[in-house]
């Protein structure tokens, strides 16, 4: 079983930045890919950015791109996700989550909910105009 931890969420002012962290219980953090997504109010969770177990690929969401930064310390069992140039559509409670590595998948793989096994419980993430 592994259990996940965010922090780093809280109020900041459009084009700010935030940094989420995800520390994940367990000996086997190394061997998972991770995801981070998000739930923005009566809107339907979607994936925001995904790294691979080695950190050697990631995949993020059009909307983020160039702007969003998702990292990984195995030795620390923690994943980042680095938030610059925020704006009010990023407001959202980001969860993160993870599924042991079972091969290298497209981004269409790591974009589904239903791929990743274990989940936390969210950080909210406000952003004000």
């Known amino acids: 079983q592994v259990q996940l931890v965010e922090s780093g969420g809280g109020l900041v002012q459009a084009g700010g930045s935030l940094r989420l962290s995800c520390v994940a219980s367990?000996?086997?953090?190394?061997?998972?890919?991770m995801g981070w997504f998000r739930q923005a109010p009566g809107k339907e969770r979607e994936f925001v950015a995904a790294?691979?177990?080695?950190?050697?690929?990631?995949y993020y969401t059009d909307s983020v791109k160039g702007r969003f930064t998702i990292s990984r310390d195995n030795a620390k069992n923690t994943v980042y996700l680095q938030m610059n140039d925020l704006k009010p559509e990023d407001t959202a409670v980001y969860y993160c989550?993870?599924?042991?590595?079972?091969?290298?998948?497209?981004?269409?793989?790591?974009?589904?909910?239903?791929?990743?096994?274990?989940w936390g419980q969210g950080t909210q993430v406000t952003v004000s105009s």
């Open positions: 989550a993870g599924a042991p590595f079972l091969g290298i998948h497209g981004v269409r793989y790591y974009s589904r909910e239903e791929s990743y096994n274990y």
């Open positions: 367990g000996r086997t953090f190394s061997s998972y890919d």
């Open positions: 790294i691979v177990f080695s950190a050697s690929i990631t």
